[in-house]
């Protein structure tokens, strides 16, 4: 079975903290991608970042990282010097191939940033 | 710059209503898909569309139908609208490659059933 497990329900950080949001997902495909998602008080979906099963390396993007890592199957992301703007529903995603082209999303983290 | 559209953004319905959510992408993308957001929940998948001519069932299918009318739309219906249906519905589309997928999202319709 396909599952992404968010445990993080809500997390509360005060601004210029760094914040790490968990990821941890299940799949027997050997070919799949991890995605991360943002979705602000305003509704829409905003793509953040999509890593490929075959590709562990770390990514950053200005404030944003991503640590991948097979051997605990888990794709966590950091916002380093987080800003009230970073407040937002967090989602991780995964998406496989064997099962018709599907993307199983996690539960999602609440990230709140307070000045 | 259009992206993946969705029509209407909110509407009420009584019980029993019925409505189709509808859904248009101009990307050319082969795979279009429709989830619901529940509070506390995340997005569950209801149906999906693999390629133009085929309709699966997602997490969630029961209560829906969906008619992949082209490659461009997609659309949702409720047949007999249930207050459990009230939700956010997301339409979405990637191009099912594996190289190159990444998967786009509506902005999402907002929908009570009373």
């Known amino acids: 079975a396909q599952k992404v497990t968010q445990a993080q329900t809500e997390i509360s950080v005060v601004e210029k903290e760094d914040v790490t949001l968990d990821c941890v997902y299940e799949t027997r495909d050997t070919t799949y991608y991890l995605f991360w998602y943002k979705q602000p008080p305003s509704g829409e979906l905003v793509f953040l970042i999509r890593r490929n099963s075959f590709d562990e390396q770390n990514e950053i993007s200005g404030r944003y990282s991503w640590n991948f890592q097979k051997s605990t199957s888990s794709f966590n992301f950091t916002i380093t010097a987080s800003q009230v703007v970073d407040s937002a529903v967090y989602f991780c995603?995964?998406?496989?191939?064997?099962?018709?082209?599907?993307?199983?999303f996690g539960t999602g983290t609440q990230l709140k940033v307070e000045l | 710059n259009a992206g993946v559209t969705q029509t209407p953004k909110f509407q009420v319905l009584k019980t029993g209503q019925s409505m189709t959510l509808q859904c248009a992408q101009d990307?050319?993308?082969?795979?279009m898909y429709w989830y619901r957001q529940d509070p506390g929940m995340g997005l569950r998948l209801i149906y999906y569309s693999a390629s133009e001519g085929t309709t699966d069932k997602g997490e969630v299918p029961n209560g829906y139908n969906v008619s992949r009318l082209n490659k461009r739309e997609f659309s949702l219906r409720l047949e007999s609208a249930a207050p459990s249906q009230t939700s956010v519905y997301f339409c979405?589309?990637?191009?099912?490659?594996?190289?190159?997928?990444?998967?786009?999202f509506g902005e999402g319709s907002w929908l009570t059933v009373v």
């Open positions: 979405a589309s990637s191009d099912g490659r594996i190289s190159g997928n990444t998967i786009y």
């Open positions: 995603a995964l998406y496989f191939t064997g099962g018709g082209n599907k993307l199983t």
């Open positions: 990307m050319n993308h082969n795979s």
